[in-house]
């Protein structure tokens, strides 16, 4: 930190960064120097042959030049060693000590050659020319290994950046400062869109796929483009982030409960609602088809859907992606208990702006419900990543009607298909009597959030339930509207409930604030961050460069917040802690409906297997206003968890039915 400037141009790798990658070399390249210099000193008499001199003559040369690359790698790893992220100061002989290394490169790559032609027809030991071809065939790997880290640390930016890294911002006016932000955008966005386009090769293109790539690589112009960090920073950042929050929450108070004289139905209305969510999410999960029902059940899964797999019903019903539906269907049987003739519509069809869903009479809740599948491919991925907002045009008085732009394209597809195909006309004209309900989990919730929103008009009762939802879903009018008949349920510190462009800013300035005043180096940081996640233990407390003696330790003065970013955000605010106000493209926005948040009690126990045990309450969509960094950010969001985190809560809150104060400890009113 910042990115080094090598060779005119700015690398995606920092100074600090070199500690572990050079402790692996010098460890393979000591081996490797001993097992060169066991081998001459006890075989050199039998280098007296045909050849002989040159391999003689190879060896030493040899020897002598690993010395020297361990002498500079060595000296790498130990101003690597030095300073702090933001302290870079001294290190400033890294760049010379770089230059050295990869001047050592060239005559290590001639000396192989060198060795590769000598050993050709040399008519010596076999055991010294083994281990010549085997010291030749090491040198090649090490130098193949070099180039791909070079190619892996190439910035296609960095010729643009590298003036800018090394001069700092405060040489440019606002002028210069924002024609060069505005050029940097603009090749980063081109960057990214190849970059995107090389991921996704295998899905083709058509229009919608030619928006979402756009879109994709506006958005990630947008939230990289202005920072000077490499992705070891945003690792050591998270790190400190995630200590710095277990840090307050073992500092804070128990918080108390608020008792309500309306306690008793807030606590019925929960139980009913938890129980609607465990039977929902069946449907929610089925949606996936066989890929999440196998992962469940990895011993006995094919065997329970193998015969369907084998078994053809496209001619008893009316299914899109027929060839792949197959396994889908004895999943989803399986999954919901249902029957054949309960499914009104399968839909397995996926594309960018295209999601699969189901539709199916549930007798036991009388309800027809629509399941929408979430994220499980790459088309879904760029639906997920057309963040900017559209406006949605659902002819009610509500004022500031958006939405994300992906999803809610996504749920127009699905009211299209239920609407004018007379899918849904088509399940009421079987059940008349029964209710809507949509259902779905992780973008399947948002889509189903959304089309809840559409179909409330021609649908009055209808419900939705969404699992796992973004965060960055609905304008603030729209979530007030949607909580009288939509419920989100919310797991741990499960990290898409609190996606959105302007939480990701917020956690952009909380990184570089936190980097910026810790005094601990890199791989410091990194290797108490890797123990703390396996093994636990107490918080760091966050020392800073300008406390006590380090004051005067200072060999250059200390990066400030601003210094780490190569143009100052349009979002960024280094003083400000209040939500950050995100570019009119990427408005806030919140989730769906009202929200239930699972949370695990007692220690999280990140090696313990016993089992996890769950309490259940209302919250406030402030309460996911920022992304929580922990080792369950990620699994947290897994169905299959959620689905278990749900047996255990209902099963537990059904036992203590008959323990009202034991029960009510469980509900927290917001």
Known sequence: MPGLVLFGRRWAIASDDLVFPGFFELFLRVLWWVGILALYLRHREKLDCAGGALLSSYLIVLIVLLAVVICAVSAIVYVSMKGTICNPGPRKSMSKLLYIRLALFLPEVVWASLGAAWIQGVECDRTVVNGIIATVVVSWIIIASTVITIIIVFDPLGGKMAPYSSAGPSHLDSHDSSQLFNGLKTAATSVWETRVKLLCCCIGEDDHTRVAFSSTAELFSTYFSDTDLVPSDIAAGLTLLHQQQDNIRDKQEPAEVISHSSGTSQEADLDAELENCHHYMQFAAAAYGWPLYIYRNPFTGFCKIGGDCCRSRTTEYELVGGDQLNCHFGSILQTTGLQYRDFIHISFHDKVYELPFLVALDHRKESVVVAVRGTMSLQDI?????????????????QDCVA????????????????????????????????????????????????????????????????????GLLSKSLYE?????????VLGKDVIPRLSVTNLEDLKKRILRVIAHCNKPKYKILLHGCWYELFGGDPDNFPTELDGVNQENLTQPLLGEQSLLTHSSPAYNGSDDSPLHSPSKYPALYPPGRIIHLEEKGPSGRLCCSAAQYSARWSHESEFSRILIGPKMLTDHMPDILMRALDHLVSDRAACVSCPAQGASHVDMV
Do not use: W
């Open 481 to 489: 509207y949607s909580k009288s008949f939509i419920v989100s349920l």
């Open 382 to 398: 760029l639906t997920d990543l057309s963040a900017e907002s559209e406006t949605l045009d659902l002819g009610c008085e509500l």
């Open 404 to 471: 994300h732009k992906g999803i809610s394209q996504a749920a127009r597809y699905v009211y299209r298909r239920l609407i004018n195909d007379g899918i849904l006309s088509q399940a009421f004209s079987v059940a008349p009597e029964y209710r809507l309900v949509l259902v779905g989990h992780s973008l399947g919730a948002g889509a189903a959030a959304l089309l809840a929103l559409m179909l409330k008009n021609t649908y009055p009762h209808i419900r939705c339930y969404a699992f796992s939802p973004p965060r």
